[in-house]
């Protein structure tokens, strides 16, 4: 069974436009590496975070100072802006308050039921939902003994824990992760809360590591969560700039065949018969088409002797040359690139997906 046909059936819930659970398509998060009163640095990330294809984004709010920029970018922000507080409530009331699209809270570190209670009316009032994260390392005291044997039940046991506690307060706008740096414990966690009742799943591997062996971390998880249809929306954590994590978020859904809106980048591993510097062109390619909206194929292949037949299926591509670089469609070369053979490709890719 592909992950796209069996979805666990959950309650749709809206962050802003973009609908999270139902039979919503499966969307990606990631979030600024700055705080929020680092209001243009933070603006310029959300940019190329929507530019990539990212469709939530959430900033750290952790004072006043962040409290009080969070107006100017969600106003300027292209796409929903959710608010991230650890410790301070006052400050997740502040952030509904001022319109932000989502709160994202870990119940654990508000400091009292009642405290959490202010946040979620506050949600209420404000119409938004609230993601409640559980996290492998931060549990309740109640729950230490349980998660030093059983790491997954006891993160299982504490979100269904928040979900009782909060949905008796009468509020059910709600999404819940539970995360652990462990891709076994992240998918037994979320395997056993998915049982628990049918709010969405914002699924993802906490603290994943540096970029290439955290995807790897995230996919592992997040692979066998989706396969088994858990996951709404998902986040793939990765240390630098956080565009990566939407690139890999897109090829892993994309993958999957849970979404066909992502373009294929295909590039050859390069031999002595290069011509071309693939990994430069591939890499920028990669992040100038990733949010285009279409699942177009597209290939940077090192020689024309091999490239274009071995990557037929791509949409569109080049292939390096001891004069340059060739232009192929289907596996056939079409012609020489006289110019830039990025700027070329981006231009033949454009024209194919209807743009300029
Ligand atoms: S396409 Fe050419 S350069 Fe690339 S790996 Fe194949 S033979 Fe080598």
């Given at each position: 069974m592909s992950a796209a046909a069996g979805r666990r059936r959950t309650r749709q819930v809206f962050c802003g436009d973009v609908a999270i659970g139902?039979?919503?398509?499966?969307s990606i998060q990631s979030m600024c590496t700055?705080?929020?009163?680092r209001t243009e640095d933070a603006l310029g990330e959300i940019e190329a975070l929507a530019g990539a294809g990212c469709q939530i984004v959430r900033v750290a709010i952790r004072d006043e100072g962040d409290l009080e920029s969070l107006p100017e970018i969600l106003e300027k922000s292209s796409i929903p802006v959710v608010a991230d507080i650890h410790f301070r409530h006052i400050l997740a009331v502040g952030a509904a308050r001022a319109g932000a699209a989502g709160l994202r809270i870990n119940p654990g570190n508000i400091g009292s039921e009642d405290r959490v209670r202010e946040v979620i009316e506050a949600a209420g009032d404000a119409g938004i939902p609230v993601r409640v994260g559980v996290n492998g390392g931060s549990l309740e005291k109640r729950l230490k003994k349980l998660a030093a044997s059983e790491p997954a039940r006891a993160m299982s046991e504490s979100a269904a824990g928040y979900m009782e506690m909060i949905e008796g307060w009468g509020f059910t706008d709600m999404i819940f992760s539970l995360k652990s740096s462990d891709p076994a414990v992240t998918v037994e966690a979320n395997a056993l809360f998915a049982?628990?009742?049918?709010y969405p799943i914002h699924a993802g591997v906490t603290?994943?590591?540096?970029p290439l062996s955290g995807a790897a971390r995230s996919v592992v998880a997040l692979t066998k969560l989706l396969s088994m249809g858990i996951g709404d929306t998902i986040r793939i954590s990765l240390s630098g700039d956080p565009v990566n994590e939407v690139i890999v978020a897109a090829a892993l859904l994309s993958s999957l065949g849970l979404r066909d809106d992502f373009p294929r980048i295909i590039s050859c591993p390069t031999c002595g018969r290069c011509h071309l510097d693939v990994n430069g062109i591939a890499g920028r390619l990669e992040r100038e088409l990733s949010g285009c909206g279409a699942g177009i194929s597209v290939a940077v292949m090192g020689c024309e002797v091999n490239g274009p037949g071995e990557a037929r299926e791509a949409d569109i591509g080049i292939a390096g040359s001891k004069k340059g670089a060739v232009l192929f469609r289907k596996g056939e070369i079409v012609r020489t690139i006289d110019g830039d053979p990025l700027e070329t490709l981006l231009e033949e890719a454009r024209r194919l997906l209807g743009g300029t």
């Open positions: 139902g039979s919503a398509p499966v700055c705080p929020a009163s049982g628990s009742g049918d603290e994943a590591g540096p």
